[in-house]
């Protein structure tokens, strides 16, 4: 059951995990810990393909601590860049790349019915006729991402910056410790966030925010270390759906997201809202 009127009152969804899909994120995560154990410059040499409009495919390492930027490795894969993501993943050789290649992307097919069943709710709740169908035919193009914080910083420390997501919604498969949290609504706290166990969680980006007129926003949350993962990092994974009709947020005239003050999507006048995107 999932219980529609949380993405007002709650900001996000809490939604059933399917065993079937827990057990395969799980077999994803282990084929992600694997790869992320490559040396570096067997990883590094896994393209990064930036030719979409929001974030390419690939393998990504960031070890730069900059003002907003957080040192991590990550990756993205699409089911539309099945085959290229497979041969990259063959031309590095070890077998670990495919693996995990081939892991995840068995994922979508899993997803897509809890997430159309979740939009059927915002479809009815929303009147927003067609958006179940925009989500199912979303599929090829949800945005998997891999995620790997490394272990090297204090507990208590931000290793993710306060954001909101650029897609249309979010949905997180998996976490390996304690630590996301979500700004209230008043943004006067921060409040603690656990994912993925018997429960899943939907929350709105961007995309949807516009979408449905404001009357949802955009979770704008954030990344704490606790002390495990101060010591051994963190690994993560997120599914970000985009779907027609969800416009994009336009980086070449607003820059980095993140500059904004947290929750500044929260009570945004709505033209000052509609023109951070991309016409
Ligand atoms: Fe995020």
Not at 25 to 30: E, G, K, Q, R, T
Not at 57 to 66: D, I, P, S, V
Not at 132 to 138: F, I, L, P
Not at 258 to 279: I, S, T, W
């Amino acid at each position: 059951m999932i219980n529609i009127a949380d993405i007002e009152n709650r900001g996000m969804v809490y939604v059933p995990y399917p065993s079937a899909l827990r057990r395969a994120v799980l077999d994803a995560i282990a084929a992600w810990e694997a790869f992320c154990n490559l040396p570096e410059e067997v990883k590094l040499r896994f393209p990064y393909e930036p030719d979409k409009k929001q974030s390419g495919n690939g393998y990504e390492l960031k070890k730069e601590r900059g003002e907003t930027l957080d040192r991590k490795e990550d990756f993205h894969l699409r089911l539309s860049a099945h085959d290229e993501l497979l041969t990259n993943a063959r031309a590095l050789g070890d077998e670990r790349a495919e693996q995990f290649v081939e892991a995840a992307l068995l994922l979508p097919d899993l997803i897509e019915p809890l997430l159309v069943s979740f939009a059927q709710e915002v479809e009815e709740r929303y009147k927003v006729q067609g958006f179940s169908t925009a989500v199912a035919d979303a599929k090829p193009e949800f945005l998997l991402r891999f995620l790997h914080y490394f272990g090297d910083c204090e507990p208590e420390e931000m290793i993710g910056s306060p954001h909101v997501d650029k897609g249309g919604f979010t949905l997180h498969l998996y976490e390996s410790d304690k630590g996301v949290e979500h700004l209230s609504t008043d943004k006067q706290s921060w409040i603690p966030m656990p994912l993925a166990h018997e429960d899943t969680v939907i929350f709105p980006a961007l995309g949807l925010q516009q979408y449905l007129g404001s009357r949802v926003k955009a979770l704008c949350h954030r990344i704490v270390a606790t002390p495990e993962c101060a010591r051994q990092g963190r690994f993560s994974a997120v599914c970000f759906v985009d779907f027609r009709g969800a416009r994009h947020y336009d980086k070449a005239r607003h820059g980095r997201l993140q500059k904004f003050p947290p929750g500044f999507n929260y009570d945004m006048p709505a033209e000052q809202f509609n023109d951070l995107f991309v016409e």
